[in-house]
């Protein structure tokens, strides 16, 4: 007899850093997960989240057989049914209203599967509304619409060349409890240190001193909000000092004259009375970006999910072109992804936004979407074009999306809503349908999203751990296919091999050359699979699925190469610096000079054994102390009379909630901070471990009237509340 115990090596799909993992398989079960030390990226690193892989996919709490609600309550019923229900709900519904009608709202998982990246765009297509919305409008929307303006494409986004720079400026990231944000770096922290043991140095912008801002030569503490201040300040200080060299840029940017026109206004001493970060830092920090051998500006959530957080965005890298550090070793560089096809010449149709408007705030459409912020406005606004459904795919927005109490009436208010997703959770318990997705260890494994964001170039597959089980959900392509053929009008009954095929055809003609060549070569076991192959051999390295099947540990395609002018997508071929609509925006930036700013503003966190709203149903996770704490400064504790073990009631326009208090001076002066993902606690949900440790959801508190309008994204860090002793 064959031992039942073997190993497995699979990619930890969890969050950005892209680990390997080695999975022990005793039978059906997954009974250990460690780091995999052969990984070509990862070299055995692995955090507390990818460790407890075995337990998250053995959750009992997991739905696996759809729900369907009936007289008012969801049971369990078969999937026949389910997509019978589907079509049953949706069909009238389109048929009445059209197409916008039926709302979309894709969730962040959706970037950590293959089905997301294969199956999601085909699924918007065929839905054919204007009401989609992604995580995409709670976190990094004004990084795409700044690249997109620069560079011509919203995907091409610079990383920092962390494993070569001598100096790393972070702003609002903490990747010791992240691992890392658009910038894939698997031991993010261990390639920090790394840059100290060889002599560089890597700074912190952060309104709490976080452990990232322990473990880096400098910490300075920023007002929440104020980012686009501080770099406006370096701005002005590389002109004013003469310290701009563009280096091997020099002929590739346009646009460097009105970038100086626009800093004249933003000197480091009035800088300093806004952002709270002293003049003679701010003067420095241009000055040691200037000097150093190699520079890279690095900015994250603290930087995006912000009033100014496009302009923030673009500014990040306006430092990193002023100071020569764009694309250029030990600079931020462009990752060059297997799946994705080479680039030979400069130049493109540019990026555009506002191609439509919601309709109840006429906020502009964004790469295809619009802000969740403007999800409930849409539900609740009767009218031509009222959102009457709502499909959700991987997401939580009754968690994760500002005022997210009123989001939580309105999808209740629903004529019919449908979620793709393995757990009955706070925004799942109001659908009509719940398909529950097979687990991620019978999943292949590709990273569509994060390989292009890769601070080193390589390329790992990992076919599933598991083989299907009947009783185990449903591969989650063959849903999100049944859902299109659905929508697309063919039936709840089509066998989804007609959408598989049809996509393999679609993406063979997109290759080009000789179809049925090409079609003979492909491989795999799965649609997924034969469809990555097909972008791998069209990729840039024309690798195949075969060779990275052979390659368990991954492939190392090598270091981050220039890739100025060939990447750059925008009408001029350039890297266009002052893009108008980016501009115009300082006018807004400028009005906020003169603002008041006292008060306490919130701003949030997050925790290593914390993944957003969804992994706190895993025990190991969540035991130990309260995590979902309120975070205040000794001083402002003192001033309102709360002490340690006591609680605040804390209000902002929109809601209010309490909170135990932890009293640290790691935080600024007037600034709270409450974690997301939170607030477990509401009645119709399946997460046992979760519920009995639910925490406050601090999205009561965020303003969905708040967002930056460039990009439509959420202000959830900076927030005006009253703390008060409760
Ligand atoms: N205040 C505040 N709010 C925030 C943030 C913040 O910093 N502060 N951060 C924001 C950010 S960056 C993000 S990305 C968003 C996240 O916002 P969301 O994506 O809406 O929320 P998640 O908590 O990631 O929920 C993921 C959902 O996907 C389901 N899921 C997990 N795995 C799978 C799978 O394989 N397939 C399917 N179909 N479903 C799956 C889970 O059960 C869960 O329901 O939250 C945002 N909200
Ligand atoms: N353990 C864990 N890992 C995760 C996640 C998780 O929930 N838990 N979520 C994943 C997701 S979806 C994402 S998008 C990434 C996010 O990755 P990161 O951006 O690295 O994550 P955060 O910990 O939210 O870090 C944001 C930091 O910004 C600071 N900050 C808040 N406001 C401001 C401001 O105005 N200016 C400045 N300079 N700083 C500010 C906060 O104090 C915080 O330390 O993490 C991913 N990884
Ligand atoms: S750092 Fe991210 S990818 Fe790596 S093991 Fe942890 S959760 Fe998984
Ligand atoms: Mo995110």
Redesign the pocket.
């Known amino acids: 007899m064959a031992d039942p115990t073997r190993t497995a090596y699979r990619t930890c799909?969890l969050c950005e850093a892209a680990c390997g993992l080695e999975l022990t398989v005793t039978g059906d079960r997954i009974t250990a997960a460690r780091g995999d030390r052969e990984h070509v990226f990862s070299h055995g690193f692995v955090c507390p989240k990818g460790a407890t892989f075995g337990q998250l996919t053995a959750d009992p709490d997991r739905l696996r057989r759809p729900l369907v609600r009936r007289a008012g309550r969801l049971e369990e019923a078969s999937w026949d049914e389910a997509f019978a229900a589907v079509e049953a709900g949706l069909r009238p519904i389109a048929a009445e209203h059209g197409p916008d009608a039926i709302a979309l709202?894709l969730?962040?998982?959706?970037v950590?599967?293959m089905?997301g990246g294969l199956y999601v765009s085909p699924l918007v297509r065929t839905l054919g509304s204007r009401n989609v919305f992604t995580?995409s409008t709670?976190?990094?929307m004004p990084k795409h619409v700044s690249c997109g303006f620069m560079f011509g494409h919203p995907l091409t986004i610079p990383v920092p060349d962390v494993d070569r720079t001598d100096l790393l400026l972070i702003l609002g990231a903490n990747p010791w409890e992240s691992n890392g944000s658009l910038a894939t770096a698997a031991d993010l922290p261990g390639r920090l240190k790394a840059i100290q043991a060889r002599g560089g140095r890597f700074v912190v912008v952060d309104p709490r001193r976080t452990r990232t801002a322990e473990a880096a030569d400098e910490h300075l503490f920023i007002r929440p909000g104020t980012d686009a201040y501080l770099l406006f300040g370096i701005v002005h200080t590389l002109f004013e000092e003469g310290l701009v060299d563009l280096g091997a840029l020099a002929g590739h940017v346009t646009g460097l004259a009105g970038v100086r026109d626009l800093a004249l206004d933003f000197a480091p001493e009035a800088m300093a009375v806004v952002c709270a970060v002293p003049a003679d830092r701010i003067r420095g920090l241009a000055r040691e970006l200037a000097a150093a051998g190699s520079a890279a500006v690095y900015g994250r959530?603290g930087t995006c999910?912000v009033e100014f957080g496009t302009l923030t965005s673009w500014l990040v890298d306006v430092v990193n072109v002023l100071t020569g550090n764009l694309d250029r070793p030990g600079g931020v560089m462009f990752p060059e992804a297997a799946h994705v096809r080479a680039r030979t010449r400069a130049g493109g149709k540019g990026f555009r936004t506002g191609r439509w408007h919601s309709r109840v705030r006429g906020l502009p459409e964004v790469r295809g979407e619009l802000p969740v912020a403007a999800l409930a406005d849409e539900i609740e606004t009767g009218g031509e074009g009222q959102v009457r459904a709502l499909l959700t795919?991987?997401?939580?927005?009754v968690?994760?999306?500002?005022n997210s109490d009123r989001l939580d009436r309105a999808l209740a208010g629903l004529g019919f809503m449908v979620s793709?997703?393995?757990?009955l959770?706070e925004?799942?318990r109001h659908a009509d349908v719940v398909l529950p997705?097979a687990d991620?260890a019978r999943?292949g494994h590709y990273d569509f999203a994060f390989l292009a964001l890769a601070v080193r170039n390589f390329a790992a597959y990992s076919p599933p751990v598991l083989p299907p089980d009947p009783d185990g959900g449903m591969d989650?392509c063959d849903i999100l296919a049944r859902l299109i053929l659905i929508l697309s009008g063919r039936g709840a009954g089509t066998d989804p091999a007609v959408l598989h095929d049809h996509l393999l055809d679609q993406a063979l003609q997109r290759a080009g050359g000789e179809v049925a060549e090409l079609r003979e070569k492909v491989t795999g076991d799965h649609p997924a699979e034969r469809l990555l192959d097909v972008a791998l051999r069209t990729g840039a390295y024309g690798l195949t699925l075969d060779e990275l099947r052979a390659h368990p540990h991954g492939i190392d395609l090598g270091p981050l190469r220039p890739r100025i002018p060939e990447v750059l997508q925008t009408p001029s071929g350039t890297v266009e610096l002052c893009p108008a609509p980016i501009a115009a925006d300082v006018e807004r930036l400028r009005a906020g000079l003169d603002r008041r700013r006292d008060g306490f503003v919130l701003i949030?966190r997050?925790h290593l054994r914390s993944?957003?709203?969804?992994m706190h149903n895993v025990p190991a996770l969540v035991k130990g102390r309260d995590r979902c704490t309120l975070q205040i400064h000794p001083d402002d504790a003192a001033k309102l009379g709360i002490g340690t073990g006591g609680t605040a009631r804390v209000t902002s326009r929109v809601g209010e909630l309490t909170a135990p208090v932890e009293i640290t001076e790691t935080v600024m002066p007037g600034v709270v901070s409450l974690p997301?993902?939170w607030g477990h606690d509401r009645p119709g949900t399946r997460m046992t471990v979760a519920a009995a440790n639910p925490g406050v959801n601090?999205?009561v508190l965020?303003d969905e009237t708040s967002v930056d309008p460039l990009s439509g994204n959420a202000v959830?860090?900076g927030i005006p509340v009253e703390v008060t002793a409760a």
Do not use: C, F, M
Not at 399 to 402: E, I, M, N, V
């Open positions: 799909p709202y969730g962040n998982p959706n950590h599967t089905a995580a709670v976190d990094q959530i999910t795919v991987a997401g939580n927005p968690l994760s999306t500002p793709v997703d393995p757990y959770n925004t799942t997705p991620v999943k989650e949030g997050r993944n957003n709203s969804w997301h993902g601090s999205n965020t959830l860090n």
